[in-house]
């Protein structure tokens, strides 16, 4: 095609150009405003998500734990000391709320109905370690919750993992510091 022959539009050349142009841009603005509230919106579910079990886990260190055994049994040198562990637990707690959190805004707890249980039973199991093995101190039981908080942890693995890769990847260090928190329950059980 010749370019000779293609005309400019100009807004003196069409009326209702100008009309059209103010239009797009309140449009433009109107979807950056849509954007701002939706991002606010996703903002405030990301605190949802990511401090309600770290608050849960808090509440549960505070109210659960009342023994100090642990700080005065003698113990090997690579276990960690109490506040280690709790904040390590804390740690993991943050880490599976946003993977949570990001298997929600995917939509996979609809999509997997499997997700909200499998999350769920992970959140209740790891909130009960801590007042199990230091307030009832009763590490047989703690080690058969460690068990089960690693069970709960590979079926979060394997259904987020579906959802949002990412959501998955967050996982491993939990799986990791349960495996490591299951050794250290089991030599408690021999103290």
């Known amino acids: ?5 293609l005309k400019q539009r100009r807004v003196a050349d069409d009326p209702n150009a100008a009309t059209r142009t103010a239009d797009t841009m309140n449009n433009y603005t109107g979807k950056r405003e849509m954007r701002m509230k939706m991002a606010k919106r996703g903002l405030r ?4 998500a990511v401090s309600l079990p770290v608050a849960l886990h808090l509440i549960t260190v505070y109210l659960g734990s009342t023994t100090d055994s642990y700080g005065t049994a003698s113990k090997p040198f690579w276990f960690p000391p ?3 562990l709790r904040l390590t637990c804390l740690a993991s707690s943050f880490l599976m709320g946003l993977s949570a959190w990001l298997v929600w805004a995917e939509g996979g707890f609809h999509k997997n109905p499997k997700a909200l249980p ?3 039973s992970q959140l209740v199991l790891s909130l009960a370690w801590d007042p ?6 009763a590490p047989w039981v703690g ?3 460690c068990m089960g908080m690693f069970g709960a942890l590979v079926g979060c693995s ?18 990791a510091w349960v495996a490591f928190l299951a050794v250290v329950n089991l030599k408690l059980v021999y103290i």
């Open 158 to 175: 394997k259904v987020f993992t579906d959802v949002n890769p990412t959501a998955g990847v967050l996982i491993k260090p939990c799986l």
């Open 82 to 84: 109490m506040w280690g």
């Open 118 to 120: 499998v999350y769920l």
């Open 132 to 137: 199990i093995v230091f307030g009832a101190g």
């Open 45 to 48: 579910s990301l605190a949802v």
């Open 143 to 145: 080690l058969a919750v």
């Open 1 to 5: 095609m010749d370019s000779r022959n």
